[in-house]
């Protein structure tokens, strides 16, 4: 401890130097804080959420064919707030050089639980350094050096945020925006969001787009919900630049422009997103907003893909299959079908499925057919609730089973699927493994027909 002690005179004498007017500032001591807008993505906890549940482009497909929808472009993405509270490695909290050096190399272990580094930032935060007591809030909210304390760090946040720190005035709306470290308070959260953002904070004007779209602490106003993503996308902030994508491809709140969608789709994919990437793929597939291009097009969903986006995995594979694109390779639509099956992509399963019930490139594996099938028809595929009706129906790869045919074919006749349809009033219709129901048999043989089954219309003239 002597020792500690002795470290830390120095080390006093040295922050006081220092602060009166020696060599110390806040860009010395952390760099720019404009920093934090250009590198949010080596230390950060953006949220980003890309519902994959848009349109799609496709039209009918048979049961015994391939899935041929291209996957539906990523859309519903609302701007989540993305919670960049920027964490920097212990090194880097270095800001007094020889002096640090000197105590981690001489000091005894911390006993209040506070790092050597952490030591020194304390006693410039303590002094009033805004960047100090921003690094200090960092310290405590991470646990870094310190044990984590949110409250503390909420104090720490506050002291550089009123001296106009951007950074800690963005850390801190984050506080109280999600109840970290101090109770939920959105009123307070957009202040701090807007005096963060009015220094051009990046993430903080993303941020405030959000709540602006939401109504989440302001009242609900797109056109200012434009603005600040405008001006945080034009700034270069990834998320921002993604939801501009969007609200154009959209509409929201905007006309429909998809050459203004095409143009933020490149920028956040030029950054390595993988579902720009996929939709800049797409546009260039189909002509959205900019010319037909087959070759950018497999250039970027084969970049989105390496990045294991499944819907960009699902449309490499198509374009193997088909030779859209690219030289028709049987083999390498079944290597990326096969990814993108693994990744949860529902066509994908089902083509998988198809190709080990058929026997198309791969060998005829009925158990395996099963397996995919069933994975795509939980997730609602009504092609692959079908077929798995179908299997158990016949004893196809499973044992029979009348009552899980029954329960797949209605799953998939109440989305419409005529053959499920046909086939469920035919069960009605003869009793087979259901009581007869004449009644039932007529209601889904009819649906059937109205869609221009000409079994079913046949069958319904047998039952008048």
């Known amino acids: 401890m002597r020792k500690y002690l002795e470290s830390l005179s120095v080390l006093l004498l040295t922050v006081a130097w220092l602060c009166l007017g020696g060599i110390f ?26 519902d994959e549940s848009g349109r799609l482009l496709s039209g009918p497909a048979l049961d015994n064919q391939l899935s041929s929808s291209v996957a539906p472009q990523g859309q519903g993405f609302f701007g989540v707030k993305g919670f960049e509270k920027k964490v920097r490695p212990v090194a880097d909290f270095n800001i007094f050089g020889k002096a640090l050096e000197q105590l981690k190399n001489d000091s005894d272990p911390a006993e209040d639980g506070l790092s050597d580094e952490v030591k020194i930032l304390l006693v410039a935060a303590e002094a009033g350094d805004p960047v100090s007591q ?3 809030g960092l310290a405590y909210d991470f646990g870094q050096g310190a044990p984590e304390n949110k409250a503390e760090a909420v104090r720490w946040y506050r002291k550089s945020a009123d001296q106009g720190n951007p950074n800690a005035q963005y850390n801190l709306a984050v506080s109280y925006d999600t109840g970290e470290g101090t109770e939920v308070d959105k009123p307070e959260a957009i202040r701090w969001y807007l005096k ?20 989440d602490g302001v009242p609900q106003d797109q056109a ?40 933020w789709f490149r920028l956040c994919a030029d ?32 970049l989105a893909a ?27 639509a079944l290597k990326w079908y096969r990814l993108a099956a693994e990744n949860g992509q529902a066509s994908a399963q089902y083509n998988l499925a198809l190709a080990y019930d058929n026997g198309n490139g791969l060998p005829v594996d009925k158990a395996a057919a099963i397996k995919w099938y069933l994975q795509a028809a939980e997730q609602g595929l009504d092609k692959a609730q079908f077929n798995l009706a179908v299997s158990y129906d016949n004893g196809d790869g499973v044992p029979v089973d009348k009552i899980e045919a029954i329960k797949w074919y209605r799953l998939a006749a109440d989305q419409g699927h005529v053959g499920a349809q046909y086939n469920l009033g035919l069960t009605y219709k003869n009793g087979d493994g259901v009581p007869r129901d004449l009644v039932e048999a007529k209601k889904w043989l009819t649906l059937a027909a109205d869609q221009g089954d000409a079994d079913a219309k046949k069958a319904l003239r047998g039952l008048r």
Not at 202 to 207: K, S
Not at 277 to 301: R, S, T
Not at 306 to 318: I, R, S, T, V
Request: charged share 25%; hydrophobic share 35%; with cysteine.
């Open 271 to 302: 950054k390595g997103d993988a579902t720009c990437q996929y939709n800049l793929a797409v546009a260039y597939d189909f002509g959205e907003g900019i010319p037909v291009d087959k070759a950018e097009a497999i250039k970027w969903y084969r």
């Open 25 to 50: 500032n806040p860009s010395m001591a952390k760099g720019i804080t404009s920093e934090v807008n250009s590198d949010l993505e080596v230390y950060s906890r953006i949220l980003e959420v890309a």
């Open 196 to 215: 963060a953002a009015e220094q051009n904070h990046l993430a903080a004007q993303h941020n405030l787009g959000v709540s602006y779209s939401d109504g």
């Open 134 to 136: 921003y690094e200090l």
């Open 224 to 263: 200012e919900a434009l603005r600040w993503f405008r001006r945080s996308a034009e700034g270069g902030f990834l998320s921002a630049q993604k939801k501009m994508a969007f609200i154009y491809e959209q509409g929201e709140g905007v006309p429909k422009d998809q050459t203004e969608s095409a143009k």
């Open 306 to 332: 390496d990045q294991d986006h499944a819907n960009a995995q699902f449309n490499l594979a198509l374009s193997y299959n088909s030779g859209d694109g690219v030289p028709k390779d049987r083999a390498q």
